[in-house]
């Protein structure tokens, strides 16, 4: 049985820094795209960052650009994502996501697998 647990959310104040992870299990996880999702109240899923199989390709929602980074261990079964200069419109529940497609960016349509979220506050 497939497992994403979430860890590494917590409130911080704009222009801050947090850094999630996401432990995975039940999958071979050097053969999956993974990415990070986020979602608030009322609002649809949203794709953050993506990263293919071996890990060498990375993409990027436009909001996110030049502050987030994701990565990947193929060792310890673990996605990252590392998240500077937040801002209070980062606010959300982030979710890790695994997909059997290929590439570095997915749709939550191409999800095999959701984590069960971890909520990130930013205060002003």
């Known amino acids: 049985q497939v497992q994403l647990v979430e860890s590494g959310g917590g409130l911080v104040q704009a222009g801050g820094s947090l850094r999630l992870s996401c432990a995975a299990s039940g999958l071979t996880f050097r053969c999956y795209l993974m990415c990070w999702f986020r979602q608030t109240p009322g609002k649809e899923r949203e794709f953050v960052a993506g990263?293919?199989?071996?890990?060498?390709?990375?993409s990027y929602a436009d909001s996110v650009k030049g502050r987030f980074t994701i990565s990947k261990d193929n060792v310890k079964d673990t996605l990252y994502l590392q998240m500077n200069s937040l801002k209070p419109e980062d606010t959300a529940v982030y979710y890790c996501a695994a997909s059997s497609q290929y590439g570095d960016r997915m749709t939550s349509a191409d999800v095999n697998s959701w984590g069960q979220g971890t909520q990130v506050t930013v205060s002003p």
């Open positions: 990263i293919n199989r071996s890990g060498g390709a990375t």
